[in-house]
């Protein structure tokens, strides 16, 4: 229940802030004073999109703010899953900036759009002209056929097997399509196999064969120099080793004389085991190395195959090789086995088709039982808006699974006697079409749970005494629910438990827009200009006052 709106520098509002009857209020006023401009604001608190040109003053934010009651609805759940503190009293603010920023809050903590609009759809439900082109659409006439026969229960069940099934239909497809692409490319896919596994590729190969072949073909030539240097550690009169023995034996000589020598020493033994160990060495490497012309013509020719490969598969390394022979063993595999994988996958998408196909028609079952109570209960609530005639007929066609079950359906409408009924967009004119929507609104209004209800000149069409029982009926939903109507009927706007009118304010530099509660003389006045005009006559005082039962 809204407890307070209220808006600042919105439109032609600079400052407006009212506080609705928890029952029926009554909002009036002449047609452009503003009254529309207020519910595009209460557009804004339930998510609608906002831009900069809503704003009167440009250098100024635009801040809409509601106050609801939601302590008896049910909602801690939602606010728990939306992470958002729960109060029995719920503050919902949208701001926007002059730069166009908006924002959107909660209890003052920051929210997305979309999860105001989730909260809104459970605190109002905003009558608009909107509603009455949507009124003629097969998808909200289902909506409604959900609401009044209650079957969320098969929905959510529904759309968690629908959900199932469209995943099974699409993995299905993708892998007729995969097999098809697989089935072109077997052959090859095998081929380029066969030719990379044939070589039993190693990680790290590469580089190893390219250093072993660098060595083979200058063999004669490293172990020449190997050799050289040898002979310079180990000739007998002027080999390195001879001398560095020769320096050692100094060394000691001189180390019992003083510290700088003993240091000299230590630091020449280090040295001295260094140059034995590359001594060493060479020799080790100069025994390893061998003229082998075999072994080098082998080497060149898996180099020769490797690169090869690279070069027709656009890679530059043995390790990308590898990988490309791990995919192509994949796709091989998986053409061997693509028989049993179709069929698996073929198999769940039937089970899943199947069990999808059953809470469809369960839900389909709930749905079409709940027809001819829908359609005598909107004829009986019609006769009492004084279409006597009205036939209300609701047409089915299966369809195929879709997010809405197997269900087409078609509201029919004839307001005359002896007329078939046909299409509403072909039959209902505006005053018919408005008492349907609100004998609509009036059989779901407990079937969808709304805290709030907000009607937009949904009297539109119609006079005297069928307004008179439109209002009647409106007092009968705010029994349960709080009820807002915007009305320039009379009849309908002396019925309210409050009474806000709205007008234009030309006294500064701008027009703005503004809304004050009437009091009882004032609302007198204003039902009297209703009914007569500006100058209201003695008579139309007293029918003002009728109207009030005062």
Known sequence: MLKSLSISNYALIDQLHMQPSPALSMITGETGAG??????????????RSDTKVLLHADKKCVIEGVFDVGTYGLKEFFDQAELDYEPTCIIRREISPAGKSRSFVNDTPVLLDALKNLGSFLMDVHSQHDTLQLGEGSYQLKLIDAFAQTQEEIIQYKADYKVFLKSQKDFNEMSKRSIELQKEADFNQFQLEELSVLGLKEGEQAELESMQEILENAEEIKLKINEMLNLFQDEQFGISQGMSQVQQGMQSLERFAQVYSSLKERFQVVNIELKDIEETLADEESKVEVDF???????????????????????????????EKELADKVFQFQNLDETLAKAKSEL???????????????????????????????????????????????????????????????????????????????????????LFAIKYLMADKMAMPTLIFDEIDTGISGEVALKMVAMMQEISKKHQVICITHLPQVAGQGDLHYYVYKDNSSEKTVSKIKLLSQEERVLELAKMISGATPSASAIESAKELLRL
């Open 35 to 48: 009254k529309s401009i207020m519910l595009g604001a209460v557009g804004l608190l339930l998510g609608n």
């Open 294 to 324: 075999g072994r080098l013509d082998e080497i060149r020719d898996r180099l020769s195959k490797i690169y090869q490969l690279q070069k027709k598969h656009g890679v530059t390394s043995v390790e990308e090789l590898i990988v490309l």
């Open 350 to 436: 039937e089970s899943s088709r199947s069990k999808a196909s059953s809470s469809a028609k369960a839900l389909s079952r709930k749905r079409l039982a709940s027809f001819i109570d829908f359609q005598r209960s909107l004829e009986s609530l019609l006769a009492g808006l004084g279409m006597e005639n009205s036939k209300v007929v609701l047409e089915h066609n299966s369809t195929e699974l879709s997010i809405n079950g197997v269900d087409e359906i078609e509201l029919m409408f004839s307001a005359n006697k002896g007329s078939s009924p046909q299409p509403l967009k072909r039959v209902a004119s505006g005053g018919e079409f408005s008492r349907l």
